[in-house]
């Protein structure tokens, strides 16, 4: 089966083709990030806007490149929420009205379970149970993963996504955004020893995350500095190794509640390096991450959940949709069969 993948939720248009025999054939992402930057931010009806310009003409592309054609999709997966309601919505109608056209089964995803599920798409995939580690810019979670679609949530912030922490310290520190990424670069030329932050909720039991006093513990810092590049440059790193300890003490102790050896950590943060060299050190976890590219926001990894769900698959010829702004990975069931 071929499953076409379409993820709009955010600031992201990302197409992809699964095929259930031969894996991954081809994906295509257009980021609006150059678009929002101007804003310091998503505009959401830009980005609605901008889905509608760039979807149709990346199917075309993902097709081309796996040199097929429209008549050789088996089946429509598009993300659903959670996200930007309007963002949602533009995927969500091109998704069905591609499955209507074609007299094609469609299914609506979670963007969390896409990210959850997308370092399955390796060559070394992880085996259930394991614990997976979601960090967005919109989420910070905590999952007991038992198969697809059984999901027990074990810990998530209380306040502000780790990602959207990063961001928010970022764009105070006068960085460009999406300041995640170029906090993480900056964070390169700090000194280790400058600054230390706390480690917030980690000296008290429960998996629950805060990172908002993170960002204002940065703000402050910044304040009552010199604020020179290289405070900045300071800042950066304490600021991440904060909130990298503050992840890294919290998979450790789910991982010991939850009595597994597996970690799966995916989300835009995933990318980061300081994260991924601190759980590696974690002794005897076994720790995986999607590839560099399917830690943001991507078409892959909605068609691969599509296909992980296809006995959920269904033909409907209501005119009918919806999307969801929230919507909590514990409400989902397993598919009848995977
Ligand atoms: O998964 P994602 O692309 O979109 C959401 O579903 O939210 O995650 C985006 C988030 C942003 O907050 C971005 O700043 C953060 O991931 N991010 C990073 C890095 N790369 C992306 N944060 C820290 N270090 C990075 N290298
Ligand atoms: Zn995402």
Known sequence: MRVLGIESSCDETGIALYDTDKGLLAHALYSQIAMHAEYGGVVPELASRDHIRKALPLIDDVLSEAQLTRNDIDAVAYTAGPGLVGALLVGAAIGRSIAWALDLPALAINHMEGHLLSPLLEDEPPEFPFVS?????????LIDVQGVGEYQ??????????????DKTAKMLGLSYPGGP???ALAEQGTSDKYLFPRPMTNRPGLDF???GLKTFAMNTWRDSEKTEQDKADICLA??????????????????????????VAGGV?????????LDAMPHINVYY???????????MIAFAGAM?????????SPAFSARPRWPLDELSPPSAV
């Open 290 to 300: 999607p590839r560099q590219e399917f830690c943001s926001d991507n078409g892959a």
């Open 270 to 278: 995933s990318a980061n390096k300081a994260l991924r060299v601190r």
């Open 133 to 141: 580690l979601l960090v967005s810019g919109g989420h910070t979670l």
């Open 309 to 317: 769900r296809q006995s959920a698959m269904v033909k409907d010829d």
């Open 210 to 212: 805060s990172f908002s």
């Open 182 to 184: 170029i906090l993480a």
């Open 153 to 166: 949530l074990l810990g998530e912030s209380i306040d502000d996504a780790v990602g959207e922490a990063f």
């Open 239 to 264: 600021f991440q190794t904060a909130a990298v300890e503050t992840l890294a003490i919290k998979c450790k102790r789910a991982l010991k509640q939850a009595g597994r050896k597996t970690l799966v």
